[in-house]
């Protein structure tokens, strides 16, 4: 079953900012420290490739930008690394990631000051676990699929909430998607996962705004491999 989502602005409220600063998607938020993607390996599209990363070696931690048109199919080849967020810059070519399960801290972003000239689709093709709350978010002018499994850390399921806050498009795919919520305040989520539990959808359009059309419903959201236990839809989306 893929179930739509769609729903208009509403801003951020602060209190929900702790990891979500980079939602605004104007350039990657500032971590100790950032690799960028160029590709520049004469032999292959591993992450532990230095030469892939401008010739440092990648250090878990990082916060991951992926940029340029070279070696766009990343592989994760490194086992128990954690990274700082995912960021796709605004002129890069369509990359798919793929490889090893990370653990990201940071938000994923196709990100940018400059909407791309044509329609693009960024990829993450896999696994990710999150340990707190987590934006997702596209630009206008792109597409960006999460095609892994998402899971919290162990432990940190409650906080485990993920955010959609632009216009662009965003497709969760995976085999799995386990949170503790997902807020939909602008533009539009795909539910493509095969199994999905939640505690919470959140959809909360702008206030004064016309609704759209939600092709969604509780027992869309309540099948055999679909929880969700509290479907709040706004004080401003009407009744389905």
């Known amino acids: 079953m893929k179930t739509q989502v769609r729903s208009i602005f509403q801003p951020l409220q602060r209190s929900l900012l702790p990891l979500c600063a980079g939602a605004l998607l104007a350039s990657p938020p500032v971590f100790a420290a950032t690799s960028t993607w160029n590709g520049g390996s004469a032999t292959g599209n591993d992450f532990s490739d230095s030469a892939n990363w401008g010739g440092t070696a990648l250090t878990s931690g990082n916060s991951l930008v992926f940029a340029g048109l070279t070696r766009l199919t990343p592989n994760n080849d490194l086992t128990g690394l954690t990274i700082g967020g995912i960021y796709f810059d605004p002129a890069a070519g369509a990359f798919t990631l793929g490889g090893n399960a990370i653990t990201n801290t940071g938000n994923i972003l196709f990100y940018g000051n400059n909407n791309p000239s044509t329609l693009i689709t960024q990829t993450v093709n896999l696994d990710l676990v999150i340990s707190n709350s987590c934006s997702i978010n596209s630009q206008s002018n792109g597409t960006l699929v999460v095609s892994g499994t998402i899971s919290p850390y162990p432990g940190t399921y409650s906080s485990s909430a993920i955010f959609k806050d632009n216009p662009g498009h965003v497709v969760l795919s995976g085999p799995a998607l386990n949170v503790s919520a997902v807020n939909v305040r602008q533009g539009?989520?795909?539910?493509g996962a095969?199994?999905?539990?939640?505690?919470q959808l959140n959809l909360n359009p702008a206030t004064g705004m016309t609704p759209?059309?939600?092709p969604i419903s509780q027992a869309d959201l309540k099948g055999s491999t679909q929880t969700v236990?509290?479907?709040?839809?706004?004080?401003?989306?009407?009744?389905?």
């Open 212 to 214: 759209p059309t939600q």
């Open 188 to 191: 539009y989520i795909d539910f």
């Open 229 to 240: 236990t509290n479907l709040s839809l706004g004080a401003n989306l009407g009744a389905l």
């Open 194 to 199: 095969n199994n999905f539990y939640l505690n």
